[in-house]
């Protein structure tokens, strides 16, 4: 049976990763008779909203506990990850990708990966293994690659422009649909960068772990 590691960022779409679409990616692993183990970089968080109104919260909190609430506690360090032991990688968006895995929420092009993350990407590619991203994860891959990577966003113009900034290449997407990059092993889809429905990402996420699958 297959194994696919999957990185979050947090729990929460502000400020972790998007609920939604981690759990409809395990599920889709799940469904699709392969199984998952979850990482997490044991950091704070950039910050900690409540999501209801967005309001900034006088407190801490740590990617990697966080993260358990979505894991149901069985969450490993990130710094702990091996390429050899995978057989495909996956991180599911939410802003905490933009805030926690990378600086892209702050800095966009210019951004700044977290080392674990870099590691861990830079790893999969190395031993030729796929490499899947909802959401805004798709930034981190054409951070970390560059040299003309296809991904996807969905739609979102700005977005678009940093990824091709740093040497990616976008395409325009539409719900469900998934980019792969052939060359590179990658696979993307929008997800909630587009105004989905959680149908609409449930869609993206299972059709990104089949076209994986299909390469393992």
């Not at 309001?55 to 801490?60: A, W």
């Not at 870099?118 to 805004?136: N, T, Y």
Request: charged share 25%; glycine share 10%.
């Amino acid at each position: 049976m297959k194994k696919i590691a999957v990185i979050l960022a947090g729990s929460g779409v502000f400020d972790g990763s998007e609920i939604h679409e981690a759990t409809l990616t395990l599920y889709s692993i799940s469904k699709n008779g392969a199984n998952y183990e979850i990482f997490a970089p044991d950091i704070d968080q950039y910050h900690v909203l409540n999501h209801m109104g967005g309001v900034e919260l006088p407190e801490k909190r740590n990617v990697l506990v966080e993260s358990a609430r979505i894991a149901r506690g069985a969450v490993k360090k990130l710094s702990d990850f091996d390429p050899a032991s995978y057989d495909a990688l996956i991180i599911p968006g939410g802003f905490g990708v933009a805030k926690n895995l990378c600086t892209f929420a702050f800095d966009g092009a210019d951004c700044s990966v977290n080392p674990d993350v870099e590691k861990a990407l830079k790893g999969m590619k190395e031993v030729g293994k796929p490499i899947g991203a909802l959401c805004i994860s798709p930034v981190l891959l054409a951070k970390v690659f560059g040299n003309n990577v296809e991904v996807t966003i969905g739609q979102d113009e700005e977005a678009a422009s940093a990824i091709e900034a740093v040497g990616g290449v976008h395409k325009k997407t539409k719900h469900g649909e998934v980019v792969i990059d052939e060359k590179n092993n990658l696979f993307t889809t929008p997800c909630y960068m587009l105004d989905a429905t959680i149908a609409q990402v449930g869609e993206g996420a299972e059709n990104l772990v089949k076209e994986m699958l299909k390469r393992m």
